[in-house]
T-cell receptor, first 114, second 114 residues
């Protein structure tokens, strides 16, 4: 079982709709969760981080975390063509110093259809 | 503005040669990381450092080495390049404020080993 699993896609969503991206993780002690966006040929950039159960909203993006189910998701509302990218889920085991390395999923490729 | 740079951006080398990829950050971050990214595997951690003179092996460290002599730089060396090391390499850094810290990525180096 992979430590961090994502559906590789591609996921196609019409412009203006909600895109839903999912990620599961195997290490129950994981504490920090991140969503990175990566455009083709570019480096990953952080779009959301979440540490507590529940929802966290930032503009059109909402991250959802359920530690009991070991599940984290990213919702993109009012999807735009510029949201077309690969979305990487990353997990960290702890919140303390000296434990900052991340484990990444393989990413979900999202395509927004105009 | 603070940034993280990688050089070269593209490199073609031959099997058996030693190759060094440079990573330089001006964020004054304590933590630096090297990843490789391959289709189907996502981002995998090669080596990481939490400060000067500190280095640690990641999940795919065989055939790679790093050294950290100052805060700004973490060069990655392939001792004897192999075709299996053809990949895109990303360097990242974070501020060492705890495991919730954002990792900032460099632009990447595309390495081809013939």
């Amino acid at each position: 079982q992979k430590e961090v699993e994502q559906n590789s896609g591609p996921l196609s969503v019409p412009e203006g709709a909600i895109a839903s991206l999912n990620c599961t993780y195997s290490d129950r002690v994981s504490q920090s969760f991140f969503w990175y966006r990566q455009y083709s040929g570019k480096s990953p950039e952080l779009i959301m981080s979440i540490y507590s159960n529940g929802d966290k909203e930032d503009g059109r993006f909402t991250a959802q975390l359920n530690k009991a189910s070991q599940y984290v998701s990213l919702l993109i509302r009012d999807s735009q063509p510029s949201d077309s990218a690969t979305y990487l889920c990353a997990v960290n085991r702890g919140l303390d110093f000296g434990n900052e390395k991340l484990t990444f999923g393989t990413g979900t490729r999202l395509t927004i259809i105009p | 503005d603070a940034e993280i740079t990688q050089s070269p951006r593209h490199k073609i080398t031959e099997t058996g040669r030693q190759v060094t990829l440079a990573c330089h950050q001006t964020w004054n971050h304590n933590n630096m990381f090297w990843y490789r990214q391959d289709l189907g595997h996502g981002l995998r951690l090669i080596h990481y450092s939490y400060g000067v003179q500190d280095t640690n092996k990641g999940e795919v460290s065989d055939g790679y080495s790093v050294s950290r002599s100052n805060t700004e730089d973490l060069p990655l060396t392939l001792e004897s390049a192999a075709s299996s090391q053809t990949s895109v390499y990303f360097c990242a850094s974070s501020g060492g404020q705890g495991a919730g810290d954002t990792q900032y990525f460099g632009p990447g180096t595309r390495l081809t080993v013939l």
